[in-house]
C-alpha cells in the first residue's frame, strides 16, 4: 500500500485502506490493512516451541524491528478506529462461547428431542453464569476460565471431624495459590454473611443487585447497581 495515508487504531495498531478485488469476487470490497511493532523475543523460536515457529532465513537481534500484520475484510463505513475495536470485540465475545462449548460441554449432547436439547443448554448456561460470578467474586480483576479455575477453587478435599459435641471440617487444598484460596473465599463468606444480616430489608432484587456490584466492580468502579425503576414487584 505504497502511499497510503495511515491512521491510529488503538492498542500500538496502525491502519490504512484501499479497495480490493481478489479472483472470484463479484466487485471489490473495502479492506484494512494494519501493523504494529512487537518485541523481536515474540518472533523467535523459543525452547521446546514447534519447528515451524522458528524464523530460520532471519537472525533477530535486540535491535532488531519486527511487526505483526492484520487484515480486515469489511463492508462497514466507520473510521478504521472504530471497525477494528467491532474487530476485537466480536473476538472477545467468541470467547466465552468458545469456553462454554470446550470447558463447559455445551455442543457435547445430541439427541433428536429437541426439549431435551434446549433444557441441556439452559442448565448448561445457567452453570457457567453461576460460575463465572463466583469466581469474579473471589477475584474480580479479570474473567478466569474454568480450566483454571476449577481445580484452583474446587479441587480441596475435606475432612469431617466431630469431639466434644464440636463439629470441624478440615480443608486441604494442594493447590501453590491455597493461600490466595482461603483468603477468597474468606472474603466472600464474610461479603454472604453481611449480605444476610440485612437480607430482611432488602428485595430478592436488590440482594441480587449488590451480589453483581462487588461481582462486577471492575466495570462499575465502585458504583453500586439498583433495581431499574418500574419494575414490578415480584410475587
Known amino acids: 500500500m505504497r502511499g497510503a ?3 491510529e487504531a488503538d492498542q500500538g495498531w496502525q491502519g490504512a485502506e484501499t479497495r480490493l478485488r481478489l479472483e472470484g469476487w463479484s466487485q471489490a470490497r473495502r479492506t484494512i490493512v494494519l501493523w504494529r511493532q512487537i518485541k523481536a523475543d515474540l518472533a523467535m523460536q523459543a525452547p521446546g516451541e514447534p519447528e515451524q515457529l522458528c524464523l530460520s ?5 535486540d535491535d532488531t524491528i519486527v511487526y505483526e500484520y492484520a487484515v480486515l475484510v469489511t463492508s462497514l463505513a466507520n473510521e478504521i ?7 476485537r470485540d466480536r473476538a472477545d465475545a467468541e470467547n466465552p462461547f468458545d469456553e ?12 433428536q428431542d429437541i426439549k431435551r436439547c434446549r433444557f441441556m443448554a439452559r442448565i448448561t448456561s445457567l452453570t457457567y453464569n453461576w460460575w463465572s460470578l463466583f469466581v469474579r467474586l473471589a477475584d474480580p480483576r ?20 466431630r469431639h466434644s459435641g464440636q463439629t470441624r471440617i478440615t480443608i486441604s487444598h494442594p ?11 474468606r472474603e466472600i463468606a ?8 440485612t437480607a430482611q430489608q432488602l428485595t430478592p432484587l436488590q440482594r441480587w443487585c449488590r451480589v453483581l456490584s462487588r461481582a462486577l466492580v471492575k466495570y462499575l468502579h465502585g458504583r453500586e447497581l439498583h433495581p431499574p425503576s418500574g419494575l414490578p414487584a415480584p410475587a
Request: proline share 3%; charged share 15%; with cysteine.
Open 81 to 87: 478506529r472504530t471497525v477494528t475495536q467491532c474487530y
Open 100 to 111: 462454554l462449548k470446550n470447558d463447559w460441554g455445551w455442543g457435547g449432547f445430541t439427541t
Open 175 to 185: 493447590h501453590a495459590e491455597a493461600a490466595w484460596v482461603e483468603s477468597a473465599c
Open 190 to 197: 464474610a461479603f454472604f454473611k453481611t449480605l444476610r444480616l
Open 5 to 7: 495515508t495511515w491512521s
Open 142 to 161: 479479570q474473567h478466569t476460565e474454568a480450566m483454571t479455575s476449577r481445580p484452583l477453587l474446587l479441587n480441596a478435599p475435606a475432612r469431617l471431624t
Open 57 to 61: 532465513f532471519a537472525e533477530l537481534t
